[in-house]
């Protein structure tokens, strides 16, 4: 099933899905070792939109649209991670959109991103245990390292 997917520069009413997203358990599954579900409430939304989406220093985030479902199903990012040196990427895709295809086109869709703004490599630290590691491998990344919690993934762009 063929899909329509764009990305989409939130405005700041739009955080509403974010914080949706973000609250899902099921969703933040991936994210159980360090808490779950993550705390998005209106008072953090001003200074992540500042930061995020207005004056964004080596950072880059978009909402996923599928036109198919007329919604926001998920959202994709990179920062520079300075702990690391690296560029970091991040791909969401809501629980109930998961399956669809979305994952992938969202994760090439900002690898071109990243190429266009002149970013020549890109990492990924995924949790052992989350399947998204083989849709990361199936879009060319390979695993760099791991240890007990993570594993790093690079990709070449």
């Known amino acids: 099933m063929g899909h329509m997917l764009a990305l989409v520069k939130p ?14 358990k099921e ?10 579900t993550i ?13 995020w989406v207005l004056y964004p220093d080596r950072k880059y985030y978009r909402y996923l649209y599928s036109a198919v479902y ?6 994709i990012a990179y920062h520079f ?18 399956g669809k295809g979305f994952g992938r086109i969202g994760l090439m869709l900002l690898l071109d991103a990243a190429k266009e703004q002149g970013i020549t490599v890109i990492y990924d630290n995924i949790a052992v245990d989350n399947t998204a590691v083989r ?10 390292w791991r240890n007990e919690d993570f594993i790093m993934l690079e990709r070449i762009l």
């Open 11 to 24: 405005g700041y009413e739009d955080l509403a899905f974010r914080q949706e997203l973000l609250a899902d």
């Open 27 to 36: 969703t933040m599954s991936y994210n159980a070792k360090w808490g779950g």
């Open 39 to 51: 705390d998005f409430s209106l008072k953090r939304w001003k200074e992540w939109y500042g930061e």
């Open 70 to 75: 007329n919604a926001f199903v998920g959202e």
């Open 81 to 98: 991670d300075n702990e690391y040196e690296c560029y970091i990427c991040d791909v969401i895709v809501k629980s109930c959109y998961r």
């Open 135 to 144: 849709l990361f491998e199936q879009c060319g990344f390979r695993e760099i």
